[in-house]
């Protein structure tokens, strides 16, 4: 079975600091790993992904995301927020190379960046 | 990549009625996933639309509540029948773009908001 957590509904932060949105994740074999960004009436858009290889990944606006298989977390990250990233994100896993060919998704984190 | 068209953007029906959602891709992808989503809640899968066979519907949804239809491989509607204002929600079409290699991701249309009065 593949599942995935999203510990936090909303992370606040300031323009200009650091951001850190939280994913945690269990599967029986290997993770694959994704980052989805929503905004307001809009589908989800594919941020960055890990597959293998190094365990920190970069993706679209900025945006990375560090592997730790030990902790099975795949947390997202910036290292200045913008106003404009405040969105909801999710992570999604898939279990490789067995299990479901469907992707689990988190509940979804709100991250709100005050100007 | 894939861009997807979906259609409508939003919609407001009578409880009773039956509404059919668009998804247009601009090229052929072999499989296709109808999503709910909930206000405050994730992603829900309906169903996998399969090109020429019937759709694959996931714990909780039946066809005769949400027909799907995939005449070709760039194409699909959903169907949410005889609606009631549980179903009120926004469902979203998606695409993966790689064939059924896992490490893939999905394409998503920018989803429909469906509000049953």
């Known amino acids: 079975a593949q599942s995935v957590a999203q510990p936090e509904d909303q992370v606040n932060v300031a323009e200009g600091n650091p951001l850190t949105v939280k994913c945690t994740y269990s599967?029986?074999?290997?993770?694959?790993l994704f980052w989805y960004v929503q905004y307001p009436n809009r589908g989800l858009q594919f941020l960055l992904k890990?597959?293998?290889?190094?365990?920190l990944v970069k993706g679209s606006y900025g945006f990375e995301a560090e592997f730790n298989k030990s902790q099975t977390s795949f947390h997202l990250k910036k290292p200045s927020a913008l106003v404009s990233d405040s969105a909801l994100y999710f992570c999604?896993?898939?279990?490789?190379?067995?299990?479901?060919?469907?992707?689990?998704f988190g509940r979804g984190t709100s991250l709100i960046v005050h100007p | 990549s894939a861009v997807i068209s979906q259609k409508p953007s939003r919609d407001i029906c009578q409880r009773g009625t039956s509404l059919t959602i668009q998804c247009q891709v601009d090229?052929?992808?072999?499989?296709m996933f109808w999503y709910r989503q909930q206000p405050g809640q994730s992603l829900t899968l309906i169903a996998t639309?399969?090109?020429?066979?019937?759709?694959?519907?996931e714990s909780g949804f039946v066809i005769d509540k949400f027909p799907i239809s995939r005449p070709n491989l760039t194409f699909s509607t959903l169907t949410v029948s005889n609606m009631s204002p549980e179903d009120s929600s926004i469902y979203l079409c998606?695409?993966?773009?790689?064939?059924f290699g896992k490490g893939t991701e999905a394409f998503f249309g920018q989803g429909t908001r469906l509000t049953v009065v």
């Open positions: 998606s695409v993966e773009d790689g064939g």
């Open positions: 599967v029986s074999g290997n993770p694959y």
């Open positions: 890990y597959i293998t290889g190094d365990n």
């Open positions: 999604a896993v898939r279990d490789a190379p067995g299990g479901s060919y469907i992707p689990t």
């Open positions: 090229s052929q992808v072999t499989m």
């Open positions: 639309a399969n090109q020429g066979s019937e759709a694959t519907y």
